[in-house]
């Protein structure tokens, strides 16, 4: 027999809320719906909360109904989110979804090839962090749904990001979502697939199949709701057999723009501790850089995770960028012009490059099949990073854009 | 309640609390003229040669001093929420049955709660100086006997020296004091930095009594306070809790978006050209106050930059400039942690300072004004850069206005504030109390950009290279709107019932606080 739930709750109270609120729903059998408001902004949001509540119980079809909103200043996708949950703990076959429109800043793509050196995760269930995260000018916000996501609140989680990935403004950063293990992650799909993700992270990835289950599921979501910008995939290798496998996942389809790194459970893995120097993952991270290049994508490396160790992270950056990686995980905004910094090239690099992209341009123009440097032959490998540092050193104001003239 | 428009738009009474009042003329536009007021003539005769004016309790003191009904009583917010004294006075005040008292605070505090049951029972008729916190919903509501009004620093000065309001009793807490009444903040368990609010009150008032809790022989040195203004002195066991004399307001602020406001703050003033040898600042407490400090030093360093002075609330962080070399002085207004308390006793650079030298509209000048740029704070903040700074976007008055009229003389004026609270606007069309006129605020910064006042064409030119957010301010409004999901509705007033009054930095009213509709 189906016990039929005639009460639900959604959402965060208490006195240490903020930007949250709290839903309670009790379904009744008359009297139609009786809203109780307690709100931080009564004053000044406090009619469009009431309006906004009203419309969502139509739409969800509550007719009669005790609903209790305990608001801290929450944010109206926060709102929408945490109401919708309220009622699909009361009706979990419903279909509906209340949509918010899709934010018109948002509406950009981005390249396989995009600049991923720093990527802010922020806790999916964490609306506060939000709004401002794109203000710190990260290369990508991810927004995530594994880790930092109680198991109680994943279906919380999914709504708030599906709602964030429509209404909040990224400021250009790319929109990144980290989804959790396969195949659990692929319930997850549905609330951002459809819902202008830019790339998925694909957790504790151990095997091209897992990939190809991902693309499947993907494309079949992008069909069903028409959805034709490009989503693109950044596997993260976390343990040992993930590493062994790591060109195979890294080759497994067109869509994945890069291969990350998470060393927690790799250090556990082969049963050692994780230093701040690294030696224990030496190898990995070696081995990891290898296979991505090997499959033409971006290497990235782990999250450093002393948020008050500023030099330390720049350290670790710098080895980072040694060891060819291109980005580094973020889990505070002030870690961003850190990593930006330290991946900046150097004046030497910048002066190289720039005499490199001049001989190349002057082949060009000459029509010259091979560029030379003085004496030197350069090969085409070499012209294209040369052109990757004077782009870098552009977003880093290291240089002008007329540089040329200089 | 008769109320007019004055020159800002506003409306505001033409009497409060039987007290004829000018309505706001502009900046600049009013000038009082006349005599100062006039202490009263005292002779040494009347008090002890031997130099001992120490009474048994307060209650001897306020007995001596001839407390009556509708008296004015001063005090000072040297101690912070750590005050224990105030509520003690005004429980003597209602044991000896006296009524209709006006308090005139430098500013209060939460701690000060414990004084509502007296301004319900009409010990205290109503508050002239700030209303923070629990009294300023209280007053919000409608609740207080008379008209509350709040003043700058400056404008407390002004008002004494104006003869608006006349002090018949200042009690002033020092945390180390002679039998003469020779006081200082600098020292004692209850250490506070310096005890300038009160010198106004030292002069003026008919009668001084001086409260410590660390009585020294004679002579107490330094006399911030001096002994020859002082009519009684009284030894309590402690004047409260010193955990919460100096603290607060000073932990540097770990919020993401706040660092990047002060990081902005301290872009701008080098951009601006403003961070040269020889400049000076304005600097408070406050989370994003102590922040952007500690960018400026990084700068500084880097270019090889020192300061003359650096005037402000001061902490731990300035005193370290102070003490790297980085600034000559710290002119210091008050004083927010121990490490600024340890430096004005210890070093003679770390200079205290009064309302008088710093804000005082009846001075011959004052140091605010000289100041090349004051970073402070507001609630909310116009299209036009009006501020304000004691209500919120619900109407409630919830901030007193500190020295933060007297700081928009500055030569560059910057408000370091985020665009919106949670889901509150602060850049919003109209101020819900205007404190500050957009003419004397330059800059607005917050984490979505940076908005300056059209009328610096000057700061506009000068930043215009670099590669900060500059943005109009009604962008910033736009984005903050689209955030919150519209424009906030108003908050609904009994526009008949005027609660407080907001002085201008001349004696003037700018504006009117309104009850909160029932």
Redesign the interface.
């Known amino acids: 027999m189906i016990k039929i739930l005639k009460r639900s709750s959604a959402g965060k109270r208490g006195e240490s809320v903020r930007s949250d609120c709290y839903f309670e729903i009790e379904l009744k059998k008359s009297n139609g719906i009786k809203l109780d408001l307690k709100s931080k902004v009564e004053s000044m949001y406090g009619e469009s909360i009431k309006q906004m509540i009203l419309d969502m119980s139509k739409f969800f079809g509550l007719k009669d109904a005790k609903i209790l909103c305990e608001d801290n200043g929450a944010l109206p996708f926060v709102l929408a989110a945490r109401f919708e949950l309220a009622v699909k703990r009361l009706f979990p076959q419903t279909m509906k979804e209340y949509l918010l429109p899709i934010t018109k800043q948002n509406l950009y793509s981005t390249k396989k090839d995009q600049l991923r050196r720093s990527r802010l995760y922020l806790p999916g269930n964490e609306p506060k962090f939000f709004v401002n995260a794109g203000l710190h000018s990260p290369d990508g916000i991810i927004l995530d749904l594994e880790d930092s996501v109680a198991p109680a609140e994943k279906d919380a989680a999914q709504l708030l990001v599906r709602n964030a990935l429509r209404s909040i403004d990224f400021y250009g950063a790319e929109r990144m979502v980290r989804i959790n293990q396969l195949p659990k992650g692929l319930d997850d799909l549905k609330f951002i697939v459809p819902h202008n993700v830019s790339v998925i992270l694909v957790p504790k990835c151990e095997s091209a199949e897992q990939i190809h289950q991902l693309e499947k599921e993907v494309e079949k979501i992008k069909k069903q709701h028409k959805v034709e910008n490009q989503i693109y995939f950044m596997p993260i290798i976390e343990s040992t057999l993930g590493v062994i496998k790591a060109y195979e996942i890294a080759s497994a389809s067109k869509n994945n723009c890069a291969l990350a790194i998470g060393l927690e459970d790799y250090t556990a893995d082969i049963g050692t501790q994780r230093t701040n120097e690294g030696r224990e993952s030496i190898f990995a991270r070696q081995f990891l850089v290898n296979a991505a290049k090997a499959a033409g994508i971006q290497a990235i490396d782990t999250v450093f995770s002393d948020v008050a160790d500023m030099e330390g992270l720049r350290q670790s950056v710098l080895e980072a960028k040694s060891l060819g990686f291109e980005g580094k995980g973020c889990i505070h905004p002030r870690q961003i012009k850190v990593v930006h910094e330290a991946f900046a090239p150097t004046t030497e690099e910048i002066e190289k490059a720039k005499k490199i992209v001049l001989a190349f341009e002057e082949a060009e123009k000459k029509g010259l099949g091979v560029v030379s440097l003085g004496s030197k032959m350069i090969d085409p490998p070499v012209v294209k990073r040369a052109q990757r540092i004077i782009n870098l050193a552009l977003l880093n104001n290291q240089i002008s854009k007329d540089w040329r003239k200089k | 309640m008769k109320l007019v428009k004055n020159a800002a738009g506003r409306l505001v009474p033409i009497e409060v609390n039987g007290q004829t009042q000018i309505p706001f003329k502009g900046v600049g536009k009013y000038k009082p003229s006349g005599v100062k007021a006039k202490p009263l003539i005292r002779s040494c005769m009347d008090y002890p040669s031997y130099g001992n004016k120490v009474v048994k309790d307060l209650k001897t003191a306020l007995k001596k001093a001839g407390l009556k009904d509708w008296m004015t009583i001063s005090t000072h917010h040297h101690l912070r929420n750590g005050d224990a004294v105030t509520n003690l006075l005004f429980d003597t005040v209602k044991e000896m049955g006296i009524k209709n008292i006006r308090w005139f605070p430098s500013a209060s505090f939460p701690v000060h709660s414990h004084l509502i049951k007296y301004l319900e029972d009409g010990t205290i008729h109503h508050i002239e100086g700030s209303m923070n916190g629990p009294l300023g919903k209280f007053t919000s509501e409608g609740k207080m006997k008379g008209v509350g009004v709040l003043r700058s620093h400056g404008g407390r000065y002004q008002a004494i020296q104006d003869g608006e309001v006349h002090i018949d009793i200042a009690v002033i807490l020092a945390p180390t004091a002679d039998p003469f009444g020779n006081a200082t903040g600098d020292r004692g368990k209850s250490a506070c930095g310096l005890i300038g609010f009160a010198l106004g009150d030292s002069e003026y008032a008919d009668r001084v009594i001086v409260v410590t809790d660390n009585l020294v022989l004679f002579p107490c040195v330094p006399w911030q306070i001096q002994g020859n203004n002082v009519d009684y002195v009284v030894e309590v066991d402690s004047l409260g809790d010193p955990s919460k004399i100096v603290s607060g307001t000073t932990e540097v602020t770990k919020s993401?978006?706040r660092?990047?406001i002060a990081e902005y703050v301290a872009d701008f003033i080098e951009a601006a050209g403003i961070m040269k040898n020889g400049f000076s600042l304005q600097a408070g407490a406050g989370g994003t106050n102590l922040a952007f400090v500690l960018f400026l030093k990084e700068k500084m360093k880097a270019k090889g930059v020192k300061a003359r002075f650096m005037r402000g609330g001061s902490t731990k962080y300035l005193v370290e400039l102070l003490e790297e070399g980085l600034t000559d002085y710290i002119l210091d207004g008050q004083t927010f942690d121990l490490e600024g308390v340890r430096s004005m006793r210890e070093n003679a650079n770390h200079v205290n300072t009064s309302p008088f030298t710093s804000y005082n509209f009846h001075g011959k000048g004052n140091f605010a004004s000289m100041v090349d740029v004051a970073v402070l704070g507001a609630t909310e903040v116009d299209v036009n850069f009006n501020a304000n700074v004691v209500t919120h976007?619900?109407?409630y008055l919830l901030h007193g206005i500190g020295g933060w009229q007297n700081c928009l003389y500055s030569k560059c004026t910057i408000l370091a504030v985020p665009s919106f609270?949670?889901?509150?606007?602060v850049i919003v069309d109209e101020v819900t109390t205007l404190c500050g006129p957009g003419e004397l605020i330059d800059v607005i910064i917050t984490?979505?950009g940076i908005a300056i006042n059209p009328l610096r064409k000057d700061l506009l030119k000068a930043v215009k290279a670099s590669?900060l957010p500059i943005k109009d301010i009604k962008q910033i409004k736009k984005?903050v709107d689209e955030?919150?999901?519209?424009v906030?509705?108003k908050?609904?007033l009994n526009k008949d019932k005027v609660v407080a009054i907001v002085k201008w930095v001349d004696g003037t009213v700018l504006d009117s606080v309104f009850e909160i509709a029932k």
């Open positions: 993401p978006d660092l990047l976007s619900d109407g609270r949670d889901r509150i606007p984490e979505r590669s984005e955030i919150c999901g519209g906030p509705a908050p609904k």
